[in-house]
């Protein structure tokens, strides 16, 4: 067997081989991204962050709501229903939406980026964030409520101005 014929040999070795390396890898990285998806408790957070956005929910329709004639009771047995129907409907959608989204973890990071987060969260350190995540979660989100009630009036009373001038403008254009 000459060089030539060795080296092609290789050549379609590798060729051949490589295909079924990739799919090693595409398993090794699907498995390891449902081990993170497992191990971040994306589900539970999700179901949790949709449990404690609905009082939220609450506040806002009856901020934009001040003019009704239920009385307040009436109107918080009707969002607390809303709220109830949401969690109902969303929960068990949180699921398949989880599923849905490990692939693309998948596919966006290396089997060794993959193997290093996961170690991480099997670490005790890794364990302490994701035991604490949940908490640091909910006070972000009243963080980020207390900001939009301070922020988004002030934002639209400026804003509003703007967009009547705009709409006067493209009245008079037509």
Not at 34 to 58: D, G, N, T, Y
Request: with cysteine.
């Amino acid at each position: 067997m000459t060089f030539r014929n060795i080296t092609l040999a290789a050549a379609a070795s590798v060729g051949l081989c490589a295909p079924a390396l990739a799919a090693d890898d595409s398993a090794e990285k699907m498995k390891l991204a449902e081990e993170l998806v497992e191990l971040s408790q994306a589900k539970q957070m999700s179901k949790q962050i949709i449990a404690q956005m609905a009082p939220a929910q609450i506040q806002v329709i009856k901020s934009m709501t001040p003019e009704t004639d239920l009385s307040d009771a009436q109107l918080e047995a009707i969002l607390t229903e809303t709220s109830a129907i949401m969690r109902e409907e969303l929960e068990p959608a949180i699921d398949g939406l989880i599923d849905d989204m490990t692939p693309v973890y998948a596919e966006v990071y290396t089997v060794e980026e993959l193997q290093g987060v996961v170690d991480f969260y099997k670490s005790p350190v890794g364990a302490s964030f994701l035991s604490k995540q949940s908490l640091a979660i909910e006070k972000s989100m009243a963080v980020s409520m207390q900001w939009a009630q301070n922020v988004i009036p002030g934002v639209m009373a400026r804003a509003m101005p703007r967009i009547q001038e705009k709409v006067k403008q493209m009245k008079e254009a037509q």
